[in-house]
């Protein structure tokens, strides 16, 4: 069964810094492209954050992060990471990972609150 857990969400100010974990059972994360989302403030829809693509790591991310956000992935631990940096009022959402190929297949996701 492929399970994912995403966790390092927390309050931090405006300007600071948080790094999410995804960590995943039943399935390498070597394999696949993985993908960050986060909610849409107001609804239930996902936005599109970040995506580190198998066998290449190369990475693409959303306009809106750009610059402040890197997604990584640690092929031994199964595990993606989302460093964010220069966190703003705007990026305040619950955030969760998943494989490119099931984007049905999510975590509980992890509460991210930036206060100004």
């Known amino acids: 069964q492929v399970q994912l857990v995403e966790s390092g969400g927390g309050v931090v100010q405006a300007g600071g810094s948080l790094r999410l974990t995804c960590e995943a059972s039943g399935r390498p994360v070597s394999d696949y492209s993985m993908d960050w989302f986060r909610r849409k403030p107001g609804n239930q829809a996902r936005e599109w954050v970040a995506q580190i693509m198998k066998s290449s790591n190369v990475t693409h991310y959303a306009r809106s992060v750009k610059g402040r956000f890197t997604i990584s992935r640690d092929d031994a631990k199964k595990t993606v990471y989302l460093q964010m940096n220069n966190l703003q009022r705007d990026d305040t959402t619950v955030y969760s990972c998943?494989?490119?190929?099931?984007?049905?297949?999510w975590g509980q996701g992890t509460q991210v609150t930036v206060s100004t």
């Open positions: 998943c494989y490119a190929i099931t984007p049905n297949l």
